[in-house]
């Protein structure tokens, strides 16, 4: 938890809010990825993404 409010406080001081939604979007795509790698019927949609 402690990486998580370093973090902000980086993007905070550095004025770097503007990548905030960018490792949002990937913690989530990567999330989403890891959570379907052993279904197959959802891998078709997974890849139409990309």
């Given at each position: 938890?402690?990486?998580?409010?370093?973090?902000?406080?980086?993007?905070?001081?550095?004025?770097k809010l503007w990548l905030a939604p960018?490792?949002?979007?990937?913690?989530?795509?990567?999330?989403?990825?890891?959570?379907?790698?052993?279904?197959?019927?959802?891998?078709?949609?997974?890849?139409?993404i990309f």
């Amino acid at each position: 938890m402690s990486f998580i409010s370093e973090l902000w406080q980086f993007l905070k001081v550095r004025k770097k809010l503007w990548l905030a939604p960018i490792i949002a979007f990937s913690l989530i795509i990567g999330g989403l990825l890891i959570f379907v790698q052993g279904q197959p019927i959802i891998a078709p949609f997974i890849y139409t993404i990309f």
